[in-house]
């Protein structure tokens, strides 16, 4: 069996000059920078609370830090490990790992809050001090999240994996800058079999020190004989698949024995949508004593205002596009209610009552909505649900924008990105939709605790609207 070719030995022994040591150095190395991530988080944390207790009482001492510290810790370090904020995909990206940990940081206190108050687990409560410990500690973990990103991209050729590609002819075309370097079998003469103990050196040598190797061969028989001999030997192989890049697979998994693959899912995983919804039911449940004697007045009042009922239930399209009745205070007069949307409300329009006006421009007219929130129809923050009769130049909506339905992957929101850019009121033009969707696309594709936080906020400033009518 003739020996590996020289340009293909000084390729692998200049990437690889420590074989199995330098790709075991790596591992270590990644997971090293992970483990001082968390201690380092830990420390911010922990550093803010003693500050804050220092600031207000003159003590710097860990036993008198502020208590909420001591429930916001451990609950911080589970979010941030469940959520993936210590991978090094994420801490890799700056902004993302920023983000990633000042979400964690905003869910933890919140949970933090919600059982030190609802359970009375915590004496001589300041909010004072809690915020000053929060906000020394979102600002630290801001400037350690920014450092380790910027050690991770100078310790790059440490922390990026190292890629052989082996494969026929077609492994020139494939070579880019992940790939670390690439061996042709063909100018080796290597053959995949399992007789020859000197080309099964030969081969190991080669691969030695990759973190991922992947075949690249056209004939299908071919690519299954080295994929077997690599797995036989003990070696996580890959195969370069360039005829499913248009479908984009993200998974393998089975039906019985045949191999299937994933090629689409929902924009967010479990403990994400997990996540959100313990967002959504906290704020609820926080808000519930100040909400609903609000509710119950309003609705007295619509009552006195014009005969009907308080409530106005509306289909419209949700979460995967199916139905389900959103609630809403009724604006209009009884008679001429709109049930399907097919007119859009105008600027001083008959049909709404007087009581109405109000309701609609201030934006008190979506409140119920909670309850649609609360029931898991809708969240806090997400693409807000039309009406099914609703169109924009004389078109459906879903007829004006072919991408119209994926805006339906998420659950619909009492506000979302597009209300806080201004894009309310009729969609009188073609763009009016256009824009809405776009942002809601956007919002999908970006979702973050944080970003819903951010919406949340910033919808308190877009409440009163020129084009709420």
Same mark, same amino acid.
């Given at each position: 069996?003739?020996?590996?070719?020289?340009?293909?030995?000084?390729?692998?022994?200049?990437?690889?000059?420590?074989?199995?040591?330098?790709?075991?150095?790596?591992?270590?190395?990644?997971?090293?920078?992970?483990?001082?991530?968390?201690?380092?988080?830990?420390?911010?944390?922990?550093?803010?609370?003693?500050?804050?207790?220092?600031?207000?009482?003159?003590?710097?001492?860990?036993?008198?830090?502020?208590?909420?510290?001591?429930?916001?810790?451990?609950?911080?370090?589970?979010?941030?490990?469940?959520?993936?904020?210590?991978?090094?995909?994420?801490?890799?990206?700056?902004?993302?790992?920023?983000?990633?940990?000042?979400?964690?940081?905003?869910?933890?206190?919140?949970?933090?809050?919600?059982?030190?108050?609802?359970?009375?687990?915590?004496?001589?409560?300041?909010?004072?001090?809690?915020? +000053?410990?929060?906000? @020394?500690? $979102?600002?630290?973990?801001?400037?350690?999240?920014?450092? =380790?990103? &910027?050690? *991770?991209? /100078?310790?790059?050729?440490?922390?990026?994996?190292?890629?052989?590609?082996?494969?026929?002819?077609?492994?020139?075309?494939?070579?880019?800058?992940?790939?670390?370097?690439?061996?042709?079998?063909?100018?080796?003469?290597?053959?995949?079999?399992?007789?020859?103990?000197?080309?099964?050196?030969?081969?190991?040598?080669?691969?030695?020190?990759?973190?991922?190797?992947?075949?690249?061969?056209?004939?299908?028989?071919?690519?299954?004989?080295?994929?077997?001999?690599?797995?036989?030997?003990?070696?996580?192989?890959?195969?370069?698949?360039?005829?499913?890049?248009?479908?984009?697979?993200?998974?393998?998994?089975?039906?019985?024995?045949?191999?299937?693959?994933?090629?689409?899912?929902?924009?967010?995983?479990?403990?994400?949508?997990?996540?959100?919804?313990?967002?959504? +039911?906290?704020?609820? @449940?926080? $808000?519930?004593?100040?909400?609903?004697?609000?509710?119950? =007045?309003? &609705?007295? *009042?619509? /009552?006195?205002?014009?005969?009907?009922?308080?409530?106005?239930?509306?289909?419209?399209?949700?979460?995967?596009?199916?139905?389900?009745?959103?609630?809403?205070?009724?604006?209009?007069?009884?008679?001429?209610?709109?049930?399907?949307?097919?007119?859009?409300?105008?600027?001083?329009?008959?049909?709404?009552?007087?009581?109405?006006?109000?309701?609609?421009?201030?934006?008190?007219?979506?409140?119920?909505?909670?309850?649609?929130?609360?029931?898991?129809?809708?969240?806090?923050?997400?693409?807000?649900?039309?009406?099914?009769?609703?169109?924009?130049?004389?078109?459906?909506?879903?007829?004006?924008?072919?991408?119209?339905?994926?805006?339906?992957?998420?659950?619909?929101?009492?506000?979302?990105?597009?209300?806080?850019?201004?894009?309310?009121?009729?969609?009188?033009?073609?763009?009016?939709?256009?824009?809405?969707?776009?942002?809601?696309?956007?919002?999908?594709?970006?979702?973050?605790?944080?970003?819903?936080?951010?919406?949340?906020?910033?919808?308190?400033?877009?409440?009163?609207?020129?084009?709420?009518?």
């Amino acid at each position: 069996m003739t020996q590996v070719s020289a340009e293909s030995t000084r390729l692998w022994r200049n990437a690889f000059p420590l074989g199995n040591e330098r790709a075991t150095s790596r591992r270590l190395f990644r997971l090293l920078f992970r483990s001082l991530s968390m201690l380092g988080d830990l420390g911010v944390i922990l550093a803010a609370a003693v500050t804050a207790e220092f600031y207000y009482f003159g003590m710097a001492s860990v036993d008198e830090s502020p208590k909420i510290a001591y429930v916001v810790i451990p609950t911080y370090l589970i979010a941030a490990w469940s959520f993936d904020a210590y991978h090094l995909s994420t801490l890799r990206i700056a902004s993302a790992s920023v983000q990633s940990a000042l979400s964690c940081l905003a869910a933890a206190t919140g949970l933090s809050l919600l059982a030190a108050l609802a359970f009375k687990v915590i004496s001589n409560f300041s909010w004072e001090e809690t915020l +000053l410990f929060l906000s @020394l500690a $979102a600002v630290g973990l801001t400037a350690l999240r920014w450092t =380790v990103a &910027a050690g *991770l991209l /100078r310790k790059s050729d440490q922390t990026e994996a190292r890629v052989v590609l082996l494969g026929d002819e077609s492994v020139r075309s494939n070579r880019d800058r992940k790939v670390a370097a690439t061996i042709n079998v063909r100018a080796c003469d290597w053959r995949p079999v399992e007789t020859d103990p000197n080309f099964l050196n030969d081969l190991s040598v080669a691969v030695a020190g990759a973190d991922r190797i992947v075949l690249s061969f056209q004939a299908v028989k071919e690519r299954q004989e080295w994929a077997r001999l690599l797995g036989q030997i003990g070696l996580e192989t890959e195969l370069l698949e360039p005829g499913l890049a248009d479908l984009k697979p993200l998974a393998l998994r089975y039906l019985d024995s045949t191999p299937t693959l994933v090629v689409s899912t929902e924009p967010l995983t479990l403990r994400k949508r997990a996540l959100k919804r313990a967002f959504d +039911l906290t704020f609820v @449940l926080l $808000a519930a004593p100040v909400i609903v004697p609000l509710v119950a =007045v309003l &609705a007295i *009042l619509i /009552r006195l205002d014009s005969p009907g009922p308080a409530f106005f239930l509306q289909k419209r399209i949700g979460t995967n596009n199916r139905y389900f009745n959103c609630i809403k205070f009724r604006t209009m007069r009884v008679d001429v209610t709109d049930a399907a949307g097919c007119r859009l409300t105008e600027r001083n329009d008959p049909r709404v009552t007087r009581l109405g006006h109000f309701l609609r421009h201030t934006s008190l007219d979506e409140l119920p909505q909670l309850w649609n929130v609360f029931k898991g129809e809708m969240s806090l923050v997400g693409p807000r649900p039309h009406a099914l009769g609703a169109s924009a130049g004389g078109a459906l909506y879903w007829e004006v924008v072919p991408a119209y339905w994926q805006r339906h992957s998420m659950k619909p929101g009492l506000t979302g990105l597009a209300q806080i850019r201004g894009y309310r009121g009729p969609t009188e033009k073609r763009s009016d939709i256009e824009s809405r969707v776009a942002a809601d696309l956007e919002y999908i594709r970006t979702w973050s605790l944080w970003l819903d936080m951010r919406i949340l906020f910033r919808t308190f400033h877009v409440l009163v609207h020129s084009n709420a009518f």
